[in-house]
């Protein structure tokens, strides 16, 4: 953001507490990158105004639950099979 008739940009200090742990790994990547993990996490900050949300996809991976895991491992050799809808529901209808 610039300041009115200045010519210079308005900053905010942005501090947050992370694992020591968390930001060494991170550190060491950035810096094979030629970067830091402040300039990155600027980058960040830009590409979430691009995207006009975060930069990357979020999402729950889905686990199937034993009981899914068991049908998935079934053994349908002996099923029935139709070779239409219709011939489907006839065999419903019939039950």
Known sequence: MLMKGSGIMATKMFQK????DLYDTTSKIYNELGTSVEAA??????K???KN???FELKIERIP???TIAAMN???SNAKSYSS???LLNDIDED
Do not use: Y
């Open 65 to 67: 639950n034993s009981e």
């Open 17 to 20: 507490r992370i694992d020591q």
């Open 41 to 46: 996490f600027v980058m960040f900050l830009k």
């Open 85 to 87: 809808f219709n011939e």
């Open 53 to 55: 949300g975060l930069p």
């Open 48 to 50: 979430t105004i691009e």
């Open 74 to 76: 079934e053994d349908l």
